[in-house]
Each structure stands twice: as structure tokens, then as C-alpha cells.
């Protein structure tokens, strides 16, 4: 029978097999689909016990919520097809309890596996290799593991230049701006003035967005599927709209779900209803599918507009705590050799920011075990404390 340790180590290799090529292990091999299943399965060995730290319930919450919008779109739901293409947001948060019961094995994997990561990605971050073999977005939240000690002095400047090196050779803008965002975290001298900064950026797109909505609302006065006369009525309605179209499209894709389908966003669309009207078309064959199955480009908002204003809720508070954690408990993680998790939670959330993640099985189980792995340190932690209490009591 195999050991516990073994198994850990045989979901983590398929795990690194999806994070290097979810085109291929997540599209053809379905992946996502059995690292989910294999959460679910470690939840029931554990009995379905589920720790009372304030990520998981939050989680459970998430989990719970998701599965009331699957009941309800049973009646709601336009094609079963497409309620099965959504329904991913849902089961895909199972992969959580992977990262959260398997993280004490993580570091042991790590150890085994580093050279042959150094190998790997040492050649292809600079020789770019096709995507199905080394994904242009993904491979950043593997960054961190090629490094042995998170106390190393240079290790903040290593991985910014890595992520720049990796951004430039495939071409992914996305990388560059994690790049940005390790530099903000790195330099932040403490969790307030981090705060401080979010808060201002937040508040300075949401602004820059409303001034720009009523020239996005462009496109539905010439759009069709068929043609791209609408986006550059778009493009050409703004100089900033004229920047970059890729931009463009995405800002077009937000104010559907911010804008256009409130109010019906705040209790959440659910599942197989249409979410777009309007959307870019690289396969014709694909129109009647893409209102229900395309991504936003940002899984925040995406969410937002599937789960309603409870995601975001949720969302926030996840992100309230691990933040809290690596910048008031920083010293403690160095110690342990934990931050090293917090950064690749980082990876892959800025990486939805910009792209579709939590919505697709590419990688939306990524995100989900990464994030227990860093709940798990944090549960730790906070276990530990009260154990120390409790002992200074007796």
C-alpha cells in the first residue's frame, strides 16, 4: 500500500504536469477535472472535517454558495451543455483541500524536484518553446520553488528579473505587470503603506473607468460577431482606447459584467445564462457558445458577475488575510521557508486579473491549490499560537 507521502507526491507531479501544460493535461487528459475529484476525495477521508481558520470558511462559503447558484440554474439554464462549461467555477474549488491537507509534503517535493525545475526552466525562459509544452502564463507561480531558501538577500531581485525575462520571451504583458507587483510588495516598508497603494490604484482605475464607459457603450450601436467595424468605433472614440485593442476588448468585456448586467450581477447570473452580448470572435463556429462560455479576462469580475456580490465579499476577505499574513508575520515565513508559497499565490492572482483563470480548466484548479497551500501555512501559524498560549496558561 502506498504511503501517504507517496500519494502527496504523485498528485503534486500531476499538478506540476498541469501548471507546465494545462493545454494538455487540463484540455485532453481533463486534469483539472481529476485534481478536483481528488480534492473531494481527500475532504471525505478527512470526513468531511473542514478547519475552522478564517480562508477555509470563507472557502466552504464560496463552495456552498456555488453550489446553491448550480441548484438554481438547473431551472435557469439555457442548454445543459453550457451548465456543465460553467459549472467549473464551482467543483474546480475542491482542488483547494489538496494545497490545505498535502502542504506539509510540499516542501520534501520541492527539494526533489528543484534541479530538474532549475534544468527546465533555466533552457525555456529563454528559448521559447511552443505553449503546450511550456505555458506563457502558468510557469510563473513555479518561480518561487527554484529557490531554496526564501531568506536568500537576492532572491527579490532574481525573481522580478526571471518574470521579465519569461514576460519578454513569450510575449506576455501580463508577466511584466507581475513583475511590477513583486517590486511594489518587496519595497512596501509595511502592510499599511501596501494598503494605502492598492486602495489608491483601485481608486484611480475605478474613476478612469467611469469616465471611459460611456465610450465603450459604443459598440452596440454597428456590432456583429461577423465584423470588427463596432470595437474600432471603440478604439478610435479615445486615445487611451486606441492604445492597444487587446486592452480595449477587456475593458469592453468588464462593463458588460459591471455595468450591463446589473442588477442581476449582485445575486449572480449563475450558471448557462448569457453573460455577454457583445465579444470578440476567432472562430465563427463558436458564436452561439461564447455569451455563456468566454471569460471576462479578469476571473475577479467574471465571478463577480456568475456568484454576485457574495464572491467578491468572500474574495476580499481571503485576500484581507493572506496580505495581513505576509506583510505583519513576514519573519515567520522567511523562518519557516513559507513565503515562498505566499509568492506563487501571488503569480497566479495577478495572472487572473488579466486572463480567464478561475472560470477555466486550464487553470482554475491552480489557483485553488495554491491558495491552500498558503492557508495551510497561515492555519499553522495561528495553531501554533494557541498552542503556545494555551501551554503559558496550564
Not at 56 to 79: E, K, N, P, T, Y
Not at 105 to 121: A, Q
Not at 200 to 207: E, P, S, Y
Request: net charge positive; aromatic share 20%; charged share 15%.
Amino acid at each position: 500500500m502506498m504511503s501517504k507521502k507517496a500519494i502527496a507526491y504523485l498528485i503534486f507531479t500531476a499538478c506540476l504536469l498541469y501548471f507546465f501544460s494545462p493545454w494538455i493535461f487540463a484540455r485532453k487528459l481533463f486534469f483539472n477535472e481529476l485534481l478536483s475529484l481528488t480534492g473531494f476525495l481527500i475532504l471525505a477521508y478527512k470526513g468531511f472535517r473542514i478547519s475552522k481558520d478564517p480562508i477555509s470558511i470563507c472557502v466552504v462559503l464560496l463552495l456552498l454558495w456555488s453550489g446553491v447558484h448550480a441548484i438554481i440554474s438547473l431551472v435557469r439554464m439555457d442548454s445543459l451543455y453550457y451548465y456543465l462549461r460553467n459549472l467549473v467555477i464551482g467543483y474546480s474549488i475542491m482542488a483547494y483541500f489538496i494545497g490545505f491537507y498535502c502542504q506539509p509534503y510540499l516542501g520534501g517535493f520541492i527539494k526533489r524536484i528543484r534541479s530538474l525545475l532549475r534544468l527546465y526552466i533555466g533552457i525555456f525562459i529563454f528559448i521559447r518553446l511552443p505553449r503546450y509544452l511550456f505555458e506563457r502564463f502558468g510557469v510563473a507561480v513555479l518561480f518561487p520553488a527554484l529557490f531554496k531558501k526564501a531568506s536568500f538577500r537576492w532572491l527579490p531581485h532574481a525573481l522580478i528579473i526571471l518574470n521579465l525575462i519569461y514576460g519578454l520571451t513569450y510575449d506576455a504583458f501580463t508577466i511584466i505587470i507581475l513583475s511590477g507587483f513583486y517590486l511594489l510588495i518587496f519595497l512596501s516598508p509595511s502592510y499599511k503603506f501596501f494598503v494605502r497603494i492598492f486602495f489608491l490604484g483601485l481608486v484611480a482605475f475605478a474613476v478612469l473607468f467611469i469616465y471611459l464607459v460611456p465610450y465603450l457603450s459604443l459598440i452596440k450601436n454597428r456590432y456583429t460577431p461577423y465584423s470588427e467595424a463596432a470595437i474600432y468605433d471603440v478604439i478610435n472614440a479615445h486615445p487611451l482606447l486606441g492604445l492597444d485593442g487587446n486592452n480595449t476588448w477587456r475593458l469592453v468585456l468588464w462593463k458588460q459584467i459591471i455595468v450591463d448586467d446589473f442588477p442581476a450581477n449582485i445575486i449572480g447570473l449563475g450558471f448557462a445564462t448569457p453573460a455577454l452580448k457583445y465579444f470578440p470572435v476567432e472562430d465563427v463556429n463558436k458564436i452561439p457558445s461564447l455569451p455563456y462560455v468566454l471569460g471576462s479576462h479578469n476571473s475577479y469580475i467574471y465571478l463577480f458577475g456568475r456568484l454576485g456580490i457574495v464572491f467578491v465579499i468572500l474574495a476580499a476577505l481571503i485576500y484581507w488575510v493572506v496580505f495581513w499574513e505576509f506583510f505583519k508575520k513576514r519573519q515567520y515565513y522567511l523562518a519557516n521557508n513559507q513565503l515562498l508559497i505566499f509568492l506563487s499565490f501571488f503569480a497566479i492572482s495577478i495572472i487572473a486579473l488579466f486572463n480567464t483563470v478561475l472560470e477555466s480548466p486550464v487553470y482554475a484548479a491552480g489557483y485553488w491549490l495554491l491558495l491552500g497551500f498558503a492557508a495551510r501555512c497561515i492555519a499553522d501559524r495561528q495553531r501554533s499560537i494557541s498552542r503556545n498560549e494555551d501551554s503559558i496558561h496550564t
